[in-house]
């Protein structure tokens, strides 16, 4: 009954700059944390960013090591909305990208797509070199 919803996908000059959101129905939203995942043509999905609930005294975040520095996750629960800078983007970060909310609490480290109770339906992303 959950329904997550992808935008700001498109194509973008390497180094430029995206922002991805992702909309969240439901009234539990604060309670979820949140996560981005994308997967390239012909290969897995991989995890990408991930930001704790908002239960917790501070925010838990956590990158993949490909895009440390460069993408930045935030949320918005006042709007129930999940967001992933994007900046000096690559070739490499084409793929489609997920939105993804999970309900079992997270404190940062591995953030496993395993455990994702609900996922959006993806937004592509191109990089144009």
């Known amino acids: 009954q959950v329904q997550l919803v992808e935008s700001g996908g498109g194509l973008v000059q390497a180094g430029g700059s995206l922002r991805l959101s992702c909309a969240v129905s439901g009234r539990t939203f604060s309670s979820y944390s949140m996560g981005w995942f994308r997967q390239a043509p012909g290969k897995e999905r991989v995890f990408v960013a991930a930001?704790?609930?908002?239960?917790?005294?501070?925010?838990?975040?956590d990158y993949a090591n490909s895009v440390k520095g460069r993408f930045t996750i935030s949320r918005d629960n006042a709007n129930n909305t999940v967001y992933l800078q994007m900046n000096s983007v690559k070739p490499e970060d084409t793929a489609v990208y997920y939105c993804a909310a999970r309900r079992t609490p997270y404190s940062g480290g591995y953030y496993s797509a395993d455990l994702i109770d609900y996922w959006g339906q993806g937004t592509q992303v191109t990089v144009s070199s």
């Open positions: 930001i704790s609930s908002s239960d917790s005294r501070i925010y838990y975040i």
